[in-house]
């Protein structure tokens, strides 16, 4: 399979904190596999809920 790169925004809103808008490039075949595995990174490094991440928009570059 081809790997594919896709643009994501994405909304972080931490308990009492105000919510960040962030975006990033994800690479890959599959990009529900991909987006959900860079969501639980993101998720274990800030030691967010999964509620806590909104995905805005995934685009193909």
């Known amino acids: 399979m081809q ?3 896709w643009f994501v925004a994405y909304a972080v809103k931490p ?4 919510t960040k808008t962030l975006h990033t490039f ?5 990009v529900e596999e ?3 595995k860079h969501i639980f990174e993101i998720k274990d490094l800030m030691g967010l809920e999964t509620d ?3 995905v805005i928009s995934v685009s193909l570059v």
């Open 26 to 30: 994800i690479e890959g075949s599959d």
């Open 3 to 5: 790997k594919k790169k």
């Open 15 to 18: 308990e009492g904190q105000e």
């Open 52 to 54: 806590e991440i909104t």
């Open 34 to 36: 991909e987006l959900e």
